[in-house]
């Protein structure tokens, strides 16, 4: 079970023209979105990523607006582990359990979500908050963390176990995240 005190939810590389070509894009940033907005209800630190940004754009709008002033990671590395300004940053939140967004599932996802298992870290793949420009990349991808030793959840299910009871204030506000 996943815990606020204990999460943090990484976003790879949703930028440009990329996240427009991939499989489903309007779901996949639509469940980003969710995942962003829940996590600042729920105090869950958000750490994001650009892979080489003069070649593929900056994070979509709708999905950067709702980061704020947060400063994203450029790497030119698949593996978001193989930048040590990424894993400084990573390591300064302390933070056991990483819930895992964005493209390409199979390549930048996946290298990046197996290295976090390799380092102790325990991923939560958002299923349908992550995607590839095939189908079936975005399913290999998926099918390849979790046999890696990834846990597989999606949106509703992650901000809903953060959230643990249905009442209170910060349930009303989710349960509006989620039903948009």
């Known amino acids: 079970m996943i815990v606020p005190s204990e999460t943090l939810l990484l976003l790879i590389d949703i930028q440009g023209k990329l996240a427009q070509s991939v499989h489903q894009p309007e779901l996949v940033e639509n469940n980003i979105k969710k995942l962003v907005?829940?996590?600042?209800?729920l105090d869950v630190p958000v750490l994001y990523t650009e892979q080489y940004p003069k070649g593929l754009g900056e994070t979509v709008a709708p999905v950067k607006e709702l980061l704020g002033d947060l400063e994203p990671i450029e790497k030119i590395t698949f593996s978001?582990?193989?930048?040590?300004?990424?894993?400084?940053?990573?390591?300064?939140?302390?933070?056991?359990?990483?819930?895992?967004?964005?493209?390409?599932?199979?390549?930048?996802?996946?290298?990046?979500?197996?290295?976090?298992?390799?380092?102790?870290?325990?991923?939560?793949?958002?299923?349908?908050?992550?995607?590839?420009?095939?189908?079936?990349?975005?399913?290999?991808?998926?099918h390849c963390i979790e046999k890696a030793g990834g846990s597989l959840t999606s949106t509703e299910m992650a901000i809903f176990e953060l959230q643990r009871v249905a009442s209170g204030d910060r349930f009303r506000e989710l349960s509006k995240i989620i039903k948009e």
């Open 37 to 41: 907005r829940a996590c600042a209800v």
């Open 80 to 142: 978001c582990c193989a930048t040590e300004p990424f894993m400084k940053r990573l390591r300064l939140f302390n933070r056991n359990d990483i819930l895992v967004a964005g493209m390409e599932t199979h390549v930048c996802v996946y290298q990046t979500s197996v290295e976090l298992i390799e380092f102790g870290y325990n991923v939560h793949l958002v299923t349908d908050a992550v995607s590839s420009r095939a189908e079936s990349n975005r399913n290999i991808g998926i």
